[in-house]
């Protein structure tokens, strides 16, 4: 059980700028709550910690002073930022339990009392972009740090940044120039056109059905769970061999880690399922549009640069009896459409009437978050954080021993990370819906 010890309002240390905020088409199509995630630290709690942690957060939220503001309604209909510096909150709390009770951290209700808790039934205006939670261990063997970060502000990646550098303050170094956040998000602010798109974007059309279904809500209302499933680096180097076998004979480029590991975690879905096979099958994942626009967007972009979806489909019979190869091609394919033609095409057409309905249901009361089309079975969410240096998040006491989200998704989703260890292994967040895990699992390491 975890109890509050102590909350606190933190503001910026120095008057920031006041006014609203433009936010993208990006930011606007993103799940309007906050994404919670933890960072696992073995530690001796040290008596300034607290004070430590509160004081580099209102120094670096002098750089990010948008988070200290919060969300409002533009006139247009989208939201927006109101840059009031009315603060974050920091919460400092302790658990009965040990380290050792928590097992590997995977995503359950237990661990997801090591994040703050929001309440969404109070005015959005009023809910702060970002909360922590610090909260130790019973026997001073360790603490967490637990995130809400508001998903409308940041994607992954630029939430990760914020996160490390803040730890870079708390130990006491100075940031440099081209550390700092880039915040003007009109760079991504397109001309919109009621022009048909130039692209097809089969990642904006609704997702097949289980075949003999018509409801979305029979598979939407089903329990999922969330494991996690370490592969090590010789298990991933055996993925990787499987997925090129075929295509190095064939002249093809060889396939990535993430191409091999998502081909594979969606072969072992459909096994797991026990579809049949003329079931139609899509896969999906966001991907960083920072490197594939021309001109780029700066590194240090804050703010979602997400290319809404992008979507590999098949029948279950081909990814089930097909090489590996097959599903690596599929993910491949999907991910070499977004070219910076296709991503500004996606741009101007993602933000419709409906989605700006939402935002302002939200606003009225009618909502916690944005509607979010169903992607679990027959289907499937794979995001990759690999790239993300959420090892990083130093504050002076080490590095984290584990990082990960603390929420089950209430979609069959798998997330992609790195593993703590830092010798090429790997961590897949599962999340499945509870009836076809076990199945999942013995097809995952089936092979391997």
Known sequence: ??????????????????????????????????????YVYKAKHIDDTTKRLINSLAEILVHYYPLAGRLSLAESGRIEVDCNAKGVTFIEAETTKSLGDYGDFSPSESVKELVPKIDYTQPIEEIPLLLVQFTRFRGGEGF?????????????????????????????????????????????????????????????????????????NAEQSKKTSGVLLKLTPEQVQKLKKEANEEALEEGVREYSRFEAIAGHVWRCACKGRELD?????????????????????????????????????????????????????????????????????????????????????????????????????????????????????????????????????????AVILQSPDGDGSIIVSMHFQEPHLELFKKFFYQSL
């Open 1 to 38: 059980m975890v109890a509050i010890v102590a909350s606190y309002s933190v503001f910026p240390s120095k008057e920031t700028p006041k006014g609203h905020l433009w936010l993208s088409d990006s930011d606007q199509v993103v799940r309007s709550g906050h994404t919670p995630t933890i």
């Open 144 to 216: 967490v740090v637990g995130v809400a970060f508001c998903h409308p502000l940041a994607d992954g990646l630029a939430g990760t940044q914020f996160i490390n550098l803040w730890a870079k303050v708390a130990r006491g170094e100075t940031l440099e120039p081209h550390e700092l956040p880039y915040l003007d998000r009109t760079i991504l602010k397109l001309q919109h056109s009621s022009a048909s798109p130039c692209f097809d974007h089969p990642e904006l059309k609704p997702l097949p059905l289980k075949l003999g279904s018509s409801d979305v």
């Open 277 to 413: 096979e003329k079931q139609p099958t899509v896969v999906r994942f966001n991907a960083d549009i920072r490197s594939r626009l021309i001109p780029p967007l700066p590194r240090n972009y804050f703010g979602n640069a997400l290319a809404a979806t992008v979507s590999a489909e098949c029948y279950v019979g081909e990814i089930v009896s097909k090489p590996l190869s097959y599903g690596a091609q599929k993910v491949r394919e999907a991910i070499e459409k977004l070219s910076n033609e296709y991503i500004r095409s996606q741009l101007r057409i993602v933000l419709g009437e409906e989605q700006l309905d939402c935002i302002r249901g939200l606003f009225l009361g009618q909502g916690e978050r944005m509607n979010v089309p169903f992607a679990g079975n027959p289907n499937l969410q794979i995001t990759s954080w690999m790239s993300m240096a959420v090892y990083e998040a130093d504050f002076g006491w080490g590095k984290p021993v584990f990082f990960g989200l603390a929420y089950v998704s209430a979609q069959d989703r």
